[in-house]
C-alpha cells in the first residue's frame, strides 16, 4: 500500500537503499584478487547499515532509541565513504564515480545530522516517546495460544 505508515516512505531510506543499491552494483564486477573482495564486503556492509539502521530507528518507540540507530546510521554513512576513497586509490573505482557516490554519502549525512538534531529538539522539549499513527490490528494479525507453539 502507498498510504502505509511505514520507514520505505522515508525520502532518507530511499536514498540510502539507493546508494546500497549503486555499491552492489559497482562492487559485482571487481577483480576477484586477493584485496578487492575484502573491501567490496567492507563497503557493502557498511552500506547496506545505513538503510538498515534508520529503518530500526523508525520502529523503535522512544526518542533515545531512535536517535542512536540514525547516530549508527551515521557513522555507517562516513564508513562507506572511507571505503569508496580506498576503492578509487587503489585504481579499482574512478574518480568520477567515487565523486558521484560521495556526493551520495554527504547528502545522506547531512540529512540524518538534520534528522538527529531534530529529535534532540523534541526530545529536549520533553517527550519521551514517539507515537505512531494507529494502525488496525485484525484478529487474524495475531496468533492464538495454540499456534505460538
Not at 52 to 60: K, Y
Not at 66 to 94: F, M, P
Amino acid at each position: 500500500m502507498a498510504d502505509e505508515y511505514s520507514f520505505r516512505n522515508l525520502i532518507l531510506w530511499q536514498k540510502a537503499q539507493a546508494l546500497t543499491l549503486d555499491i552492489v552494483k559497482l562492487v559485482g564486477p571487481l577483480p576477484n584478487d586477493r584485496v578487492a573482495p575484502v573491501i567490496a564486503r567492507q563497503v557493502v556492509r557498511s552500506a547496506s547499515s545505513i538503510a538498515a539502521n534508520i529503518a530500526e530507528g523508525h520502529g523503535r518507540f522512544t526518542y533515545a532509541a531512535h536517535r542512536n540507530h540514525l547516530s549508527i546510521a551515521k557513522g555507517s554513512a562516513c564508513e562507506t565513504d572511507g571505503w569508496l576513497d580506498l576503492l578509487r586509490r587503489a585504481g579499482y573505482l574512478t574518480q568520477e564515480a567515487e565523486s558521484s557516490l560521495h556526493a551520495a554519502c554527504v547528502e545522506l549525512i547531512r540529512m540524518l545530522t538534520a534528522k538527529i538534531l531534530d529529535i534532540e529538539r523534541r526530545e529536549w522539549a520533553g517527550g519521551k516517546k514517539i507515537r505512531e499513527e494507529s494502525a488496525e490490528y485484525l484478529v487474524h494479525d495475531t496468533l492464538d495460544a495454540e499456534e505460538r507453539f
